[in-house]
């Protein structure tokens, strides 16, 4: 019995193209993924981009961080108002005058900061810093046509006159809208310890420096159920003191906060926790007189009478508070 063996024999072309395939193979094995795709500007990126005078926001934050004065600059320092939220170029229109001017708004975990530009000194001036818990916002159109109306949203406030701020685009504008709202629900529902508040920190004013300091956060604080012009149309804010006051209607002590200005007598309560600051009413000083009624030694005690006003016993806490308060009111 024969074996028959059966042999390929492989031509040469044949070799060849085998070898010319396994190696094209080989390489489209060995060849390296093509690179990703560029990745979109991270937002650290973004922040870097110039905003202002040739500098970026982190820049212009760290600027209003810094020690370096802004000028006209009025209260605590910035970084005191805690993180910034937000911030952009945007133009605040004058709704008399109908002109815009440039300005570098800043919002912070609970209040607004306003600042206007001074491109020749590369400068920001202070124009104000509001409370979010006050404030009220809403997207307004200054244009009949509202295809053609720019980008824009008022804020208003009891205390101050309304704003109405001209976004660059309507992206800006809706971010600004999202951030004010979120801070502001945030700032009126978030439980403050008094150790946080500036306002426990100052009372009892019974210190130099602690009046000066209370007569600022006035300025700038939330007062509710407030009545009448903002506080910052009623002139210099002279006296401040801690009084407690009795009248007619009602019985016992009730703790005031007795603030001086050029035409009025301002009343106003503070919380338990010293946390809030209420609107109890408003005398005119022309109105009203003051009259020393008590005879004993170490009352510090004098009554407020006026043809529409009914009388006030007013108990003051410190001889130095009585003497002012005699010495302003008995002026004609």
């Known amino acids: 019995m024969k ?8 031509s040469l072309g044949e070799t060849r193209l085998q070898l010319s395939v396994r190696t094209s193979r080989d390489e489209q094995q060995q060849q390296p993924p093509p690179p990703p795709p560029p990745p979109y500007p991270s937002i650290r990126r973004l922040e870097q981009e110039v905003v202002l005078w040739g500098k970026s ?9 810094s020690q370096q004065p802004i000028r006209d600059w009025e209260g605590q320092p910035a970084h005191m108002y805690g993180e910034i939220i ?3 170029l945007i133009s605040l229109y004058n709704s008399y005058t109908q002109e815009t001017s440039e300005h570098f708004l800043v919002l912070f975990s609970f209040h607004l900061l306003i600042l206007s530009l001074d491109h020749s000194r590369q400068d920001f001036i202070y124009e104000g810093i509001l409370p979010l818990s006050g404030l009220s916002l809403q997207a307004v159109s200054l244009d009949p046509d509202t295809s053609h109306s720019p980008h824009v949203f008022e804020i208003s406030s009891p205390m101050v006159d309304s704003k109405v701020f001209i976004c660059a685009s309507a992206a800006e ?3 600004w809208m999202q951030h004010i709202e979120d801070r502001r629900y945030k700032s009126m529902t978030q439980s403050m310890s008094p150790s946080h508040c500036a306002l426990s920190c100052l009372l009892p004013c019974d210190e130099q420096w602690k009046r000066e300091e209370l007569k600022k956060y006035l300025l700038q604080a939330p007062i509710w159920q407030w009545e009448g012009s903002p506080i910052q149309h009623m002139g210099q804010l002279g006296y401040i003191s801690i009084v407690h006051i009795i009248n007619t209607q009602r019985q016992g002590l009730q703790e005031r906060l007795m603030v001086l200005f050029p035409q009025d007598v301002l009343l106003l309560s503070v919380d338990n926790n010293r946390l809030n600051i209420s609107f109890e009413g408003r005398l005119p000083r022309h109105s009203i007189k003051a009259v020393e009624r008590s005879a004993l030694p170490g009352r510090l005690e004098f009554e407020l009478i006026g043809e529409l006003v009914e009388p006030l016993q007013v108990f003051c806490t410190c001889l130095e508070d009585y003497r002012n308060w005699i010495f302003q009111l008995q002026q004609v």
């Open 3 to 10: 074996c028959v063996c059966l042999f390929r024999v492989w």
């Open 86 to 88: 937000h911030s952009s």
């Open 173 to 175: 504008l809706q971010k």
């Open 57 to 65: 926001k982190d820049e212009l934050h760290h600027r209003i961080y």
